[in-house]
């Protein structure tokens, strides 16, 4: 059974902060891992996949890596703002016929102006 | 490009009534997952569908059941409310059943059970 974990559950930050958020999976058979970001009461918008075979995504002041032997992905964040304040949550594709996606519980980040 | 299309967004029932929540996947997408977000946790996952046909399911009881229709829209059922099953459905879609792509979420549908 794949369980995932994020570290740490919360996180303040001052603006311009460069900051790393930390998931950890326990069965390093997956599909893909993705970062995601979700706003009070919204739903969840995806930030980066990252496939099995690969070791790294970027997308502007986004970086996710994945290292599938020690069961751990990071995402790093340059230069934080404001608007990034919200909760971050990976999740892990994997199991039989890859049907579901685990999810941690999320890492809730504060970036104070 | 229409993404992922939930409704209702806000919905409040009864304990013993029924409800059901409608999705419509991204545009290109075939397989549609429900899950379930209670207050400060992660979704957990409840099923899947893919080709009309429920392909794996979480640990969720029989009182959850779905429905996929041809244009790929999927309906979630949730019978006999119980004041646990209020938290916040999302639907997913995705391209194919095996892992490949990626997910893209509704808004999600905030249910209250009362």
């Known amino acids: 059974k794949q369980e995932v974990t994020q570290i740490p559950a919360a996180l303040s930050v001052p603006e311009g902060e460069n900051l790393v958020l930390n998931c950890s999976f326990t069965d390093s058979a997956i599909y893909n891992l993705q970062w995601f970001r979700q706003d009070p009461g919204k739903g969840l918008t995806s930030l980066l996949l990252?496939?099995?075979?690969?070791r790294e995504q970027t997308s502007g002041r986004l970086n996710a890596s994945l290292d599938k032997s020690s069961g751990r992905s990071t995402l790093y964040i340059a230069a934080s703002q404001p608007g990034d304040s919200a909760t971050y949550l990976c999740?892990?594709?994997?199991?039989?016929?890859?049907?579901?996606?685990?999810f941690g519980d999320g890492t809730t980040l504060t970036v104070k102006p | 490009d229409a993404g992922v299309t939930q409704s209702p967004t806000h919905l409040i029932k009864t304990r013993g009534q029924q409800v059901t929540l409608r999705c419509s996947p991204k545009s290109g997408h075939d397989t549609v997952s429900w899950y379930q977000q209670a207050l400060g946790q992660g979704p957990q996952f409840i099923f899947q569908?893919?080709?009309?046909?429920?392909?794996q399911r979480g640990n969720f009881p029989d009182r959850f059941s779905g429905h996929q229709f041809p244009n790929y829209s999927s309906e979630l059922n949730v019978n006999a409310l119980l004041l646990g099953d209020s938290a916040l459905y999302l639907c997913?879609?995705?391209?194919?059943?095996?892992?490949?792509?990626?997910?893209?979420f509704g808004s999600g549908t905030r249910l209250t059970v009362v």
């Open positions: 997913a879609s995705s391209f194919g059943n095996r892992g490949t792509t990626g997910y893209t």
């Open positions: 569908y893919y080709e009309e046909e429920e392909r």
């Open positions: 999740a892990v594709r994997s199991g039989t016929n890859a049907g579901k996606s685990t």
């Open positions: 990252i496939q099995s075979s690969q």
